[in-house]
């Protein structure tokens, strides 16, 4: 009996650890940049790969893309992240909006979460 309830501690355990990384690395960045907003501005598409982070969205005013760049920055596991590439371009389909892309260089994210 003594081993089964030590067997189940050690499950409940594993199961949490799990929870823990899953609340860190790429999902906890979900989470995180899920829990941003800004005015005025709307993600469209997150991309993570090999490291490198890509973010895109709309905004009406070009002026909320450094806002949302501070609030990228403010995240534990975007803090040594480096923004390298930034296109703004106008929105042929909806009048009055702007489209952007925000890239980072590629680096490994941290596995830390906000």
Do not use: C
Not at 101 to 108: A, G, I
Request: aromatic share 4%; no cysteine.
């Amino acid at each position: 009996m003594q081993a089964t309830l030590q067997q189940r501690d050690f499950v409940i355990e594993q199961l949490g650890l799990r929870a823990d990384g899953m609340r860190s690395g790429v999902a906890g960045l979900l989470e995180n940049l899920a829990s941003l907003s800004t005015e005025g501005l709307w993600l469209t598409d997150i991309q993570v790969n090999q490291g490198q982070l890509s973010v895109s969205g709309m905004t009406t005013d070009v002026e909320k893309v450094p806002q949302l760049i501070q609030q990228l920055q403010n995240i534990h596991s975007l803090q040594d992240k480096r923004f390298a590439r930034l296109e703004i371009t106008s929105n042929e389909e909806y009048e009055g909006l702007l489209k952007f892309t925000l890239q980072s260089e590629n680096q490994q994210l941290d596995k830390g979460s906000r």
